[in-house]
């Protein structure tokens, strides 16, 4: 009895031990491998399946998009890894490598429980070239139920991956005698201006972030109501307080590229309307500085006003395609022709106050990490005696003197101060002290000295020094 259990337990002892012994031979050669393509050649005989092409090109030799969403999603899948060949490509980061399917290779899938795979099959086109083909193969028993939702899923996949790759662009207008590669040239666009670090009123700033969230929601509702999907903000405000930093800030928010238009190199108006067709859809077309356009229009080109209004919401600028952003900035609403003002037109009004010191303290906070100071109640006090600068000026002095908060704060105060006292001054003295430097005054001497040494040259002049106003900013619709 003794000695059965014993060769009993032997037995199993050598049974585990061979299994042990198999799988590691299995796994230290690649038969494992060997025997799961066996299994599956197996399965496949006991399947029926459904194959569904997505051509490279379509049938007047233009790119299927639909080919190129299928590729991205695939390139994203894990599976990819275990296909006999894939490329591999330096992604953008540094470090980053990007796995790409190869020619002939198949790649698996699983969506609501069903394995799916897709071969990357590479045809002849025509004598020269050669066109390749996804094909996706589904069982016949599982593609009623997984095959719509399945595209919908890769549909959504891929545009999300595009969206987060996607490289923003500035586009700039070229002058119209140099169109031999359409009228736009483009850089990426790296601007570093956001939301987070655009400086003003926190309530108006999740109005705007909001409502650009529900603009982009919000295509089936325009076309419900046979509208274009288009919205239209006007900026405006005095030099130097954030309207070019927030057209940045919107843009880097909606991943939108951008278009910005130099009227001063559009010869007329129907050189307008090209300029607004060659543009793409998913971008910001910005036309900055548009008072000082109108006011100085009549020297240098033929662009007209009612060439502007067709431009803002005329027939071309609704073919020209959907999902836009138009965005007008202006240093002076008065000095504006009232009919691009009118109700209507432009759909979001926002104005960009010059700096008060609840502005100040973000400010600081951004730009010094200072969240309170004993200078503060000083501060306070020039702003609330009427201290006319706007964040660019206050940024500068921060920039410059950013290893001494105390001097930083200092700079503030003087600037104000004599900010105020020049803007008192009428504005021809003022340009005076600048060419001559003779002149004895201390404070315009000293704000020469402060703008200079923050290179700030560019003093306000009397047009651009809008009202001191330091209501908060609004939002008008
Ligand atoms: N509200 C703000 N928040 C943070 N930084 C600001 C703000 N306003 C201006 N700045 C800083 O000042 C600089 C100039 O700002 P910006 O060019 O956006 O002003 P602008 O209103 O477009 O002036 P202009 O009317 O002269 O074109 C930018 O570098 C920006 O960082
Ligand atoms: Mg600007």
Known sequence: MFSIITSLFLLLVLIIFSFVLVRLFLYRTALIYVLKKWLHWVEDRVHVYQFFKV?????NSQENQFYRKVFTYLN??????????TNLFAGRKSNDIVLCLDDNQTVHDEFLGARVSWKNEIGRGNEKSCTRTSV????????RRILRPYLQHIHKVSDEIEQRRREMRLFMNTHSDHHRNGRWISVPFTHPSSFDTIVMDSDLKNKVKSDLESFLK??????????????????????????????AAMAKFLCYDVFDVDLFRVTDDSDLKMLLLQTTSKSI??????????????????????????????????????????????????????????PGRIDVHIHFPLCDF????????????????????????????????SAAEIGEIMIANRNSPSRA???????????????????????????????KDGGVLAIKEI???????????????????????????
Not at 136 to 143: A, F
Not at 362 to 389: I, R, W
């Open 136 to 143: 996706l193969r589904i069982k016949k028993k599982d593609k």
């Open 358 to 389: 609840n502005s100040f303290k973000s400010l600081a906070n951004n730009y010094l990490g200072l969240k309170d100071h004993k200078l503060f109640p000083q501060v306070e006090e020039v702003f609330q005696g009427g201290a006319t600068l």
């Open 409 to 439: 704060l200092r700079s503030v105060i003087t600037a104000a101060r004599v900010g105020r006292r020049l803007s008192e001054s009428s504005a021809a003295e003022f340009s005076g002290e600048l060419g001559g430097g003779g002149n």
């Open 55 to 59: 051509p490279e090109l379509n049938e």
């Open 285 to 342: 077309i910005v036309i900055e500085d548009l008072d000082r356009f109108m006011a100085e229009k009549e020297k240098s080109t033929t662009v007209t006003l009612s060439g502007v209004l067709n431009f803002m919401d005329g027939l071309v600028s609704s073919c020209c395609g959907d999902e836009r952003v138009m965005v007008f900035t202006l240093n002076n609403k008065e000095q504006i022709d009232s009919s691009i003002l009118r």
């Open 451 to 477: 703008r200079k040494l923050y290179g700030i040259l560019r003093l306000r002049s009397s047009n651009k020094i809008g009202p001191s106003d330091h209501e908060s900013t609004q939002i008008v619709k």
């Open 218 to 247: 919000s295509k089936q509702y325009y076309h419900r109501l046979g509208r274009v999907w288009k919205r239209s903000f006007l900026l405006y405000g005095p030099s130097g307080t954030g309207k070019s930093s927030f057209v």
């Open 76 to 85: 994203s899948l894990a599976s990819i890894e275990d296909s006999d060949f």
